[in-house]
């Protein structure tokens, strides 16, 4: 009986056609939404990438300088002067075509006890804080970015 209906058949109905269509339009929807969630989370490990390079740069720069870290006001450390003490380059800002502000984007060092702890202001040339001292950043995750439309 099947083989007979394959032997008539002369081809696929318009509403089977529409149903194919259908299904792969929903499929190409899911993966786009995926890869869309894949590259914002790219992003947003970079930011953490780039906080840790900039702490770890700060810290390098408070032992060459013999920097004091003060227990109740901390210390704050300029991208910018890591550029000009040559310990960076211009870090770009994986979200835009810039680069981090220099004159804004900082580390912020508080002696807690024994330890300090580094908190970092991440801010673009072009789209706003990414990052505001929230927390430590080696405790930093993607939900302690918040990446702004350009």
């Known amino acids: 009986m099947f083989k007979k209906y394959l032997l008539n058949s002369k081809g696929l109905t318009l509403l089977e056609l529409l149903a194919v269509v259908v299904?792969?339009?929903?499929?190409?929807?899911?993966?786009?939404?995926?890869?869309?969630?894949?590259?914002?989370?790219?992003?947003?490990?970079?930011?953490i990438?780039?906080?840790?390079?900039?702490?770890?740069e700060a810290k390098k720069y408070i032992i060459t300088?013999?920097?004091e870290?003060?227990?109740?006001?901390?210390?704050?450390?300029?991208?910018k002067t890591l550029i000009d003490q040559q310990y960076l380059s211009p870090i770009k800002d994986p979200h835009s075509d810039g680069y981090y502000d220099?004159?804004?984007?900082?580390?912020?060092?508080?002696?807690?006890?024994?330890?300090?702890?580094?908190?970092?202001?991440?801010?673009s040339t072009t789209?706003?804080?990414?990052?505001?001292?929230?927390?430590?950043?080696?405790l930093l995750t993607r939900?302690?970015?918040e990446i702004k439309a350009p």
């Open 23 to 47: 299904i792969l339009g929903i499929i190409s929807v899911i993966a786009m939404i995926a890869i869309v969630n894949v590259i914002a989370n790219t992003k947003k490990d970079a930011h």
């Open 49 to 56: 990438a780039n906080a840790i390079l900039l702490v770890n």
């Open 65 to 67: 300088e013999q920097i």
């Open 69 to 79: 870290i003060n227990d109740s006001s901390g210390q704050t450390i300029y991208l």
């Open 102 to 123: 220099p004159d804004e984007t900082n580390v912020k060092i508080i002696k807690v006890g024994n330890r300090n702890v580094y908190t970092v202001a991440l801010k």
């Open 127 to 138: 789209n706003g804080f990414y990052t505001n001292h929230v927390k430590d950043v080696f």
């Open 143 to 145: 939900e302690d970015i």
